[in-house]
């Protein structure tokens, strides 16, 4: 996720982050004796045009490359590759846990069960010391990305379309939502993803106060915004939240790869998958545009206000699905204050790098304060 640029900035630059310390060089002579026995080549592989993905967040690394070989039968082979690794050690990780077996698995349960379109997985590696951690390893697909930096409202792709072509975005990214939660019988198929006979959303939000603690509280650095949102949410607990479902988890259309034709081509970063109400994506998508949106009007900047509304999104969901949604309140705060410890925690990390300084006023390590305050006081106006 992208920082807020600052007052005097150029918001249209792209901010550069420490993401791994992993030297390329390194990785791909590792890379080249790992592919060999996996591709059956009959001679070292060539592996060319390694690269880090310029779009991309933190949580975990990515490397891009080509690689070429001999098969057996004397006949060329080669393919266009993403790796994708569990932070290395002193890499300072944004979440505590990186489950890449959990996420392989979650990805070859949607492409058996639907026809959304995720990049084709090539291969599991466990053992860390190939790369220095585990990764698997997938097809990359071609395409272009909404970005985050610099983010959308300021630059690029997504902001030059035309109003009718984002509608477009939007719709598609409500469609892969809808039908992410179509998955029938989520609970078989993706049970490694949450306990059996426990409620998805009080465990996911037991897990994002333990994810606070460790990422912050229990390290001195405790977020009074943070809390006092965990205790507005406590209070106004919803009362009858919906079925579990497959949740994508991190739902926008910054983790999709679209074609020319503004159609999602693969659905990306399933991390942040779990089983819950359909309203955590739901309001996520939401949240997260508006986050950016935010930002835009506060440096005097058009934004995108007719980009994702709130309004759009539920009903082209509730019109895909076939399904009415609850109060979005409850889940637009949950939303605010996860994003919160996300950007907290990137906060430290940037300190811990030397590429931001501290302040003594922790509230405003959530880049968002102002928004989810107006929320919690229940004056925050929508679209």
Same mark, same amino acid.
């Given at each position: ?43 070292? /592989? ?255 900047? /058009? ?81």
């Amino acid at each position: 996720m992208a920082t807020e640029p600052d007052a005097g900035s150029d918001t249209e630059r792209r901010w550069q982050l420490t993401t791994s310390a992993r030297d390329l060089g390194d990785l791909s002579r590792r890379l080249t004796e790992w592919l060999g026995p996996r591709v059956g080549s009959v001679s070292t /592989p060539v592996i060319t045009a390694i690269s880090r993905p310029e779009a991309g967040g933190m949580s975990s690394s990515s490397v891009l490359f080509e690689a070429s070989w001999e098969g057996p039968d004397g006949a060329a082979g080669s393919g266009s590759y993403v790796a994708r690794m569990a932070p290395e050690e002193g890499a300072f990780p944004v979440f505590q846990h990186y489950d890449l077996d959990t996420q392989y698995r979650v990805i070859a349960a949607v492409a058996e069960y639907s026809d959304i379109p995720v990049p084709p997985l090539c291969w599991l590696e466990h053992d860390a010391s190939v790369l220095g951690s585990p990764f698997f390893v997938m097809e990359r697909v071609q395409g272009r990305v909404p970005e985050d930096n610099p983010p959308y409202v300021f630059v690029g792709w997504v902001f030059d379309a035309a109003p009718e072509d984002r509608m477009r975005i939007t719709r598609a990214t409500v469609d892969i939502i809808a039908r992410v939660h179509a998955i029938a019988d989520p609970a078989q198929r993706f049970g490694v993803l949450n306990a059996p006979g426990t409620s998805g959303l009080r465990d996911h939000f037991e897990a994002q106060q333990q994810w606070y603690r460790w990422a912050l509280a229990d390290d001195g650095y405790r977020i009074p915004l943070v809390e006092r949102g965990f205790d507005w949410l406590e209070r106004n607990w919803p009362a009858a939240a919906g079925p579990d479902v497959l949740n994508w988890g991190d739902a926008r259309p910054g983790n999709i790869i679209f074609g020319d034709e503004f159609e999602p081509v693969a659905v990306l970063d399933w991390e942040m998958a779990t089983l819950g109400p359909r309203e955590l994506d739901v309001a996520w998508m939401i949240f997260i545009h508006r986050f950016f949106q935010d930002i835009a009007t506060r440096f005097d900047q /058009p934004g995108l206000p007719d980009y994702q509304r709130r309004d759009d999104v539920v009903a082209y969901y509730e019109k895909m699905s076939g399904h009415k949604l609850g109060d979005l309140t409850w889940y637009l705060v949950y939303a605010a204050v996860r994003h919160g410890i996300v950007l907290g925690r990137i906060k430290r990390r940037m300190i811990h790098f030397g590429e931001d300084t501290d302040t003594d006023d922790r509230d405003d390590y959530v880049m968002h304060r102002t928004l989810l305050e107006a929320m919690l006081d229940g004056t925050y106006q929508w679209d």
